[in-house]
């Protein structure tokens, strides 16, 4: 496997791309986002935080039980700590501790017994487990790597620069947790084009099921069922008024069914979703003007949710009809990104610029939110 000799400057929208270990069909939620409370300051709440400088990163199998990835402040070599929860965060545990790089650090759990810790970096590293954390071994990557995403703790997909210059890359799927890489084609030369500068990146589910957009002069997204041996692009509907190209971005819903978004060269954003596999695509609008497609999450195929300051709403049929449900109760100035675990349960990180990072949860779809404890570091 060729490895490039020094990676090139990341992208922003690259830098978050390369924090994903997981996909929508694992995580349960197909994006997060973050925003400003703005609307009906609520009373002072205590806020267990993690100070400014600790990078965190969460997983939940369940409302009680989860686990917490606490990075220290950046140094020439830093340390990393994995904390376990059995009790919804009223306590955490310390399991596991290991010096790092510099990079980009995450952790996903599929189920109460096998997780794994990414450590994206030169090298990069995978740290997986098969009994809840109590026991982790090593497994040792490209340096070039810049996203892998598993479904679960056998099969994923990694993604290599193909060259120092960043333009073009490598996909590898893996069938034995990152032991051994096969490598596989991209979709189509003219899908990739743009793929550093936009850090698309493949959306995988179990049977060697995969999806990724791509940039091109209709709207059109890409799928694989045999682990990437070959692939099939599939044209979205034309939006009504065309420009020349457009940009496309998938993600997989839980249980099946697949959100793409196209963006225009004018910037304008267009929803489409299908539960067929593609063979039918249903326009999708925004619940109100202030919700964007990056806002959704998914419980599964046809309940979603969409949160912003003032206003929380819910669909039953897939996004085509949205009812809403008041606005969640939010600590006032504070930003918070949720993820969902079941059909009412998520937990969202709370930030605040120079103060740090905190931790709150929902057990009814996100009306009301309680503040919770945090790993010590």
């Known amino acids: 496997m060729p490895v490039p000799s020094s990676?090139?400057?990341?992208?922003?929208?690259?830098?978050?791309?390369?924090?994903?270990?997981?996909?929508?069909?694992?995580a349960v939620g197909v994006g997060s986002?973050?925003?400003?409370?703005?609307?009906?300051?609520?009373?002072?709440?205590?806020?267990?935080?993690?100070?400014?400088?600790?990078d965190v990163d969460y997983s939940f199998v369940s409302p009680s039980t989860g686990w917490a990835l606490v990075t220290e402040p950046w140094s020439a070599t830093s340390r990393f700590s994995v904390y376990q929860t059995t009790d919804g965060?009223?306590?955490?545990?310390?399991?596991?501790?290991?010096?790092?790089?510099?990079?980009?650090?995450?952790v996903h759990f599929f189920d109460r017994s096998q997780g794994m810790v990414s450590i994206l970096s030169s090298p990069s590293l995978i740290y997986e487990t098969e009994d809840g954390g109590a026991q982790?071994?090593?497994?040792?990557?490209?340096?070039?790597v810049v996203t892998v995403v598993f479904s679960d703790a056998s099969h994923g997909w990694m993604e290599t620069w193909l060259?120092?210059?960043?333009?073009?890359?490598?996909?590898?799927?893996?069938?034995?947790?990152?032991?051994?890489?096969?490598?596989?084609?991209?979709p189509a030369a003219a899908a990739w084009g743009v793929r550093a500068r936009y850090g698309a990146e493949v959306q995988y589910r179990d049977g060697?099921?995969?999806?990724?957009?791509?940039?091109?002069?209709?709207?059109?997204?890409?799928?694989?069922?045999?682990?990437?041996?070959?692939?099939?692009?599939?044209?979205l509907p034309a939006p009504a008024h065309t420009t020349p190209s457009y940009t496309t971005e998938v993600s997989l819903l839980?249980?099946?069914?697949?959100?793409?978004?196209?963006?225009?060269?004018?910037?304008?954003?267009?929803?489409?979703?299908?539960?067929?596999?593609?063979?039918?695509?249903?326009?999708?609008?925004?619940?109100?003007?202030?919700?964007?497609?990056?806002?959704?999450?998914?419980?599964?195929?046809?309940?979603?949710?969409?949160?912003?300051?003032?206003?929380l709403y819910r669909t039953d049929d897939g996004g085509l009809t949205w009812s809403t449900a008041g606005a969640p109760n939010l600590v006032e100035s504070w930003d918070y990104e949720p993820h969902v675990i079941d059909?009412?349960?998520?937990?969202?990180?709370?930030?605040?610029?120079?103060?740090?990072?905190?931790?709150?949860?929902?057990?009814?779809?996100?009306?009301?939110?309680?503040?919770?404890n945090v790993p010590r570091a």
Do not use: C
């Open 7 to 26: 990676w090139p400057e990341l992208t922003p929208r690259a830098l978050r791309a390369v924090s994903l270990i997981g996909v929508a069909v694992v």
């Open 33 to 54: 986002f973050a925003f400003m409370n703005e609307a009906r300051p609520q009373p002072a709440e205590p806020v267990h935080v993690l100070g400014p400088g600790y």
């Open 89 to 106: 965060s009223h306590h955490w545990l310390r399991q596991f501790s290991a010096s790092m790089q510099s990079g980009v650090a995450s």
């Open 136 to 144: 982790w071994d090593l497994i040792t990557l490209p340096t070039n």
């Open 163 to 186: 060259s120092s210059s960043g333009v073009g890359f490598r996909l590898y799927s893996t069938s034995d947790g990152g032991r051994s890489w096969v490598e596989r084609r991209w």
């Open 208 to 235: 060697g099921e995969g999806w990724v957009g791509g940039n091109s002069s209709r709207p059109t997204v890409y799928f694989t069922h045999d682990d990437g041996v070959s692939w099939q692009g599939l044209r």
């Open 254 to 311: 839980p249980g099946g069914g697949v959100l793409a978004v196209v963006i225009d060269v004018r910037g304008d954003v267009h929803g489409f979703v299908t539960l067929d596999g593609g063979q039918t695509w249903l326009s999708l609008d925004q619940p109100a003007p202030s919700i964007h497609f990056s806002d959704f999450l998914f419980a599964d195929a046809r309940h979603w949710w969409a949160m912003r300051p003032g206003g």
């Open 343 to 372: 059909a009412t349960h998520a937990w969202a990180v709370m930030s605040k610029a120079q103060v740090g990072t905190g931790l709150a949860m929902t057990g009814d779809e996100g009306k009301t939110w309680r503040t919770v």
